[in-house]
C-alpha cells in the first residue's frame, strides 16, 4: 500500500512556486493568522457533557453533542485571522471553509485538525494494544480506516501516531504509543503514518498525519505527565528520536512538539530539537504545531516572563503554528513590528503551512460531501478489522495445565467483574468520536457461544470505589461453575493524558473480589483490560490462564471469546515490559550492562558479590518484551549466521528453522535481536532489529531469514554523529527478548 501514500516531505516545485505567489500578496496580518489554531466554538461546561455522554451509555444509547459556533468568528475568519481549527461536524466545517475561501482576501482553507488516535468512530484497540500485533500492515490497515471516517466529516489533518517511545508504565499517556522499543516504534510509525496519508479516501481527500510529541515526552520523571525530561543527547539520539525520523522519512507532512522539557529547555521554545536537527540536520520541511496551550505554558516553565515573551521564543525555535494559546494572534505582528522577531522567520512558517494546504488539495477542493460519513462510518469491512485487530493484539501471559482453550457446552462458566458487562470502558483513551453502543461485550461474545444454561454473570464489585462490597452472589456463582472467567482491570479514565499512577495494581475492591473468588477453589481464567503494563503479582500466583486484552475497542468483547473458545489461536506479544513491582520501574529489555552486572558472576578478575541488582525482587520483568504465549508449540533450530565476516557496507543475513511442533495451526512473532559487545560507547544488552509473523499449521515447519544491513547497526558516537563500528556481534533469534537461538558475526574495517 505504500505507494499509495502521499509524501509531504517531498517538495513539489509547482506548489513552491504557488506558495511564493500567495506569500508575496499577504499582509502581516493575514500571514499570521495562517499560524494560529483557535476554537471556533462557545465555551462548553464539560463535566455537564460528560455526565450526560455516560448517562446515554449506561442506557446503550448513541451520544451526540452539538457546539454553538462563537458569535465573533465570521469576522476573525473573513479578516484570515486563522488558519487552523478542530472541529468533526462536516456541517459546521463546510461553513467555517466557505467564509475563509469565499469571503477573505486571499480565499486560503482551513486546516481542520481532530485527535484521531485510534480510529474515529471505528474505534480499534488503544496504540499500545496495537503494537502488540507486530503487524505493521494491519495498523496501516487501521489508520487508513480512521482516515476515511474522519475525512468524510471533513477533517484533513489527525494529531496522530503518538510515537513517543515510553519505558515507565506509570505514565498513563503509554496507552497511546507502541511501547519500549524505537525499532519497532519505527515500524509502527511508518504505517500509521501510510495508512492516514493514503490518497485513495472514498471521501477524494487528502489527509495529513502529525507524529507527536517531539520529543523525549515518555521520559517525564516519576511518570508523570507533563514533568520534567532529562536525558542525554544520545539517549535521546538513539532512543527517542528514530520514530520521528521514520515517520518523517515516510512522507508526514507535520508534528507536534511536546509538552516537557529536556534539560531545562521546554521543547515549545527548543531551538536544538526544532531547528538544529529537524530543520538543519534531517532538513525536514513540513509544519511544527504546539500541543494544546502550550506556548502559555513556558510561563509556568519559567523561562518566559508572559504570553508575549513565549510567543518570541516559540516562533524564533520553529513552532510554526500555536494551538489555542492566543500568543501568535495577540502579539506575533507587534513582535515582527518591534524587530523582535525576523519577517522572514515568520515566512517560513507560513510556507510550510501553505505548502500543507496546497499538498492537501484544499484550494482545488475545500468543501465535503455532506451525508458521506453515515455511508462509511462502522462499515463491515471496519467492523471486520477492529475484529482482526483486537484479536491479534492480546496476549496470553499465563496458561496453567493448557486451561484454555475452553470448550464450548463442557463447562458451567461464571463470568464476574466489573468489566464483563461494560461498553465505555473497552473502547479507551482518546476514544473521542467512539459511541459505547458500538461496542461488543464480553458478555455478549461469550453468549455467542454458550446457552444461557452454561452461563452465569455478576459483576462482583464496581471498577471504582472503596466502599465495602459484598462478594457473596459472585462466590456463589463461581462454587456453581466448573471454570470461573474474571474479567478485571483499569477503566478509561484511569490511563491517558494526566492519568499517571504511582501504584499499578487492580483497582478499587478488584483484588479482594479475586481473593473471595479464588476461595471457591475453580478455575480461573482472568481476562485483564488496561491501558498500560500493570503490576499483578498475587494475580499471577492465584489464576490459572491470564489473558491482557488491553482496551480493544469496539470488537473486543467478541475478540475475548473468540480467543478463550479456541476460535482464534492467540498471536500478540509485548511491546512494554510489565514489572514485578512499582520500585523495578523503569524496567525494558534493552538496558545496558553496567560494571556489575547481575549475571556476571565469575567472569570478572574480581568475583565481588556486589551486584547491580535488588534485594527483594529479580532484576528480570514478570513478563518482558516481545513475550506472549500461544495454543500451540513452536521450536526454534539450526540458527544460521550466512555473513559470519562481512564489512561496514555489507548486509547481516541470518536465518532458522520454526516448527509448529503442537496440534493447532498458530502464528508466530519471530524476532531478531543483536549485540554490540565492544563499542566506543556502552551499548545495550540487546537491541531488536528484525520481526517477522510466520503462520505454521501443525507440523509445519519454514525457515526464517533476516537481512540485515550493517549500516543499521550504528549509534551516535563520541561526538554524537551517527557511526557503525566495526568489531564483534551477538545475534539472536526466538521467540522474545529473555531466550532465542544465539551465534555471533564480525563487522570488518
Not at 495508512?195 to 489527509?207: E, I, P
Not at 475545500?366 to 463491515?380: F, K, Q, R, S, W
Not at 495445565?401 to 473497552?426: C, E, F, M, Q, S
Not at 466502599?467 to 462454587?479: E, G, K, Y
Request: glycine content about 8%; proline content about 6%; overall charge negative.
Amino acid at each position: 500500500m505504500e505507494e499509495k501514500s502521499i509524501h509531504y516531505n517531498q517538495l513539489d516545485p509547482a506548489i513552491e512556486s504557488r506558495v511564493n505567489d500567495l506569500l508575496a500578496k499577504m499582509t502581516l496580518s493575514e500571514k499570521v493568522g495562517q499560524l494560529v489554531q483557535e476554537n471556533p466554538f462557545e465555551a462548553v461546561d464539560w463535566m455537564a457533557v460528560m455526565k450526560q455522554k455516560a448517562l446515554a451509555e449506561e442506557q446503550g444509547l448513541p451520544f451526540r453533542f452539538h457546539q454553538e459556533l462563537r458569535p465573533d468568528f465570521e469576522a476573525i475568519l473573513l479578516a484570515g485571522r486563522v488558519g487552523v481549527i478542530n472541529s468533526a461536524e462536516v456541517g459546521i466545517i463546510n461553513q467555517l471553509q466557505r467564509k475563509a475561501v469565499e469571503g477573505s482576501h486571499l480565499h486560503i482553507p482551513l486546516l481542520v485538525g481532530h485527535d484521531v488516535i485510534h480510529g474515529f468512530r471505528t474505534v480499534f484497540p488503544i496504540p499500545l494494544a496495537e503494537a502488540c500485533t507486530w503487524d505493521p500492515e494491519l495498523i496501516e490497515q487501521a489508520a487508513h480506516a480512521a482516515a476515511e471516517e474522519a475525512s468524510a466529516c471533513g477533517i484533513n489533518w489527525v494529531f496522530s501516531p503518538m510515537v513517543d517511545i515510553a519505558r515507565d508504565p506509570r505514565w498513563g499517556r503509554i496507552a497511546e504509543g507502541s511501547g519500549e522499543d524505537p525499532f519497532l516504534g519505527m515500524a509502527m510509525a511508518k504505517a500509521q503514518v501510510r495508512g492516514y496519508q493514503r490518497d485513495d479516501l472514498k471521501s477524494g481527500r487528502r489527509m495529513a498525519a502529525c507524529p507527536k510529541h517531539y520529543v523525549g515526552y515518555g521520559a517525564v520523571e516519576a511518570g508523570r505527565d507533563y514533568n520534567t525530561v532529562d536525558l542525554s543527547e544520545r539517549t535521546l539520539r538513539d532512543v527517542y528520536l528514530p520514530p520521528f525520523k521514520a515517520a518523517f522519512e515516510a512522507g508526514a507532512g507535520s508534528t507536534m512538539s511536546a509538552f516537557n522539557e529536556i534539560g531545562g529547555v521546554p521543547g515549545t521554545c527548543n531551538p536544538f530539537t526544532l531547528r538544529t536537527i529537524l530543520r538543519q540536520e534531517w532538513t525536514w520541511p513540513g509544519v511544527v504545531i504546539s500541543d494544546f496551550n502550550a506556548i502559555g505554558e513556558l510561563v509556568q516553565h519559567g523561562v518566559a516572563v508572559d504570553l508575549k515573551d513565549a510567543s518570541r521564543l516559540s516562533i524564533l525555535a520553529g513552532v510554526d503554528i500555536d494551538m489555542e494559546s492566543g500568543g501568535y494572534a495577540r502579539y506575533l505582528a507587534e513582535l515582527v513590528e518591534e524587530k523582535a522577531v525576523p519577517i522572514e522567520v515568520v515566512d517560513e512558517a507560513v510556507r510550510r503551512v501553505l505548502r500543507l494546504k496546497f499538498g492537501l488539495g484544499l484550494f482545488e477542493h475545500p468543501y465535503n460531501e455532506e451525508g458521506l460519513a453515515e455511508t462509511i462510518h462502522l462499515n463491515a469491512e471496519f467492523r471486520s478489522l477492529a475484529l482482526q485487530a483486537a484479536h491479534e493484539s492480546m496476549v496470553l501471559l499465563k496458561n496453567n495445565a493448557n486451561l484454555l482453550p475452553l470448550k464450548p457446552g463442557k463447562n458451567r462458566i461464571a463470568l464476574i467483574g466489573p468489566l464483563a458487562d461494560n461498553r465505555t470502558d473497552l473502547l479507551g483513551t482518546w476514544a473521542i468520536s467512539g459511541q459505547a453502543a458500538d461496542v461488543d461485550t464480553v458478555l455478549q461474545g461469550i453468549r455467542n457461544y454458550l446457552p444461557d444454561s452454561m452461563l452465569t454473570s455478576v459483576q462482583g464489585c464496581a471498577l471504582t470505589g472503596t466502599d465495602p462490597v459484598d462478594f457473596s452472589a459472585a462466590v456463589a456463582a463461581a462454587r456453581e461453575a466448573d471454570v470461573v472467567i474474571l474479567v478485571l482491570g483499569e477503566g478509561v479514565a484511569m490511563s491517558g493524558e494526566a492519568h499517571s499512577r504511582t501504584h499499578l495494581g487492580l483497582p478499587a475492591r478488584q483484588q479482594e473480589l479475586l481473593d473471595a473468588v479464588a476461595a471457591a477453589g475453580k478455575p480461573i481464567v482472568c481476562v485483564l483490560m488496561s491501558g498500560r503494563p500493570l503490576v499483578v503479582p498475587h494475580l499471577v500466583e492465584q489464576v490459572d490462564a491470564l489473558l491482557a486484552a488491553w482496551h480493544g475497542g469496539i470488537r473486543a468483547g467478541q475478540a475475548v471469546a473468540d480467543i478463550l473458545f479456541g476460535t482464534v489461536n492467540p498471536s500478540g506479544k509485548l511491546t512494554a515490559s510489565w514489572p514485578r513491582a512499582e520500585g523495578q520501574i523503569p524496567v525494558y529489555y534493552a538496558h545496558k550492562s553496567t560494571g556489575r552486572p547481575a549475571e556476571s558472576k565469575g567472569t570478572t578478575q574480581f568475583d565481588v558479590p556486589f551486584r547491580s541488582t535488588h534485594l527483594d525482587e529479580p532484576n528480570a520483568p514478570a513478563f518482558g518484551f516481545g513475550c506472549g504465549l500461544s495454543y500451540t508449540r513452536f521450536e526454534y533450530t539450526d540458527l544460521v549466521v550466512e555473513t559470519p565476516s562481512l564489512p561496514l557496507e555489507g548486509t547481516l543475513a541470518v536465518s532458522a528453522a520454526i516448527k509448529n511442533t503442537g496440534e493447532r495451526a498458530g502464528t508466530e512473532v519471530v524476532q531478531l535481536y543483536i549485540r554490540d559487545l565492544v563499542a566506543s560507547v556502552t551499548r545495550p544488552v540487546k537491541e531488536l532489529k528484525g520481526f517477522t509473523r510466520v503462520a505454521l499449521q501443525p507440523g509445519e515447519e519454514q525457515r526464517v531469514r533476516f537481512e540485515l544491513p550493517v549500516k543499521e547497526l550504528g549509534f551516535s558516537g563520541l561526538d554524537m554523529s551517527y557511526i557503525v563500528e566495526p568489531g564483534r556481534f551477538k545475534v539472536w533469534i526466538g521467540p522474545d527478548s529473555s531466550q532465542g537461538l544465539e551465534g555471533e558475526f564480525v563487522v570488518r574495517p
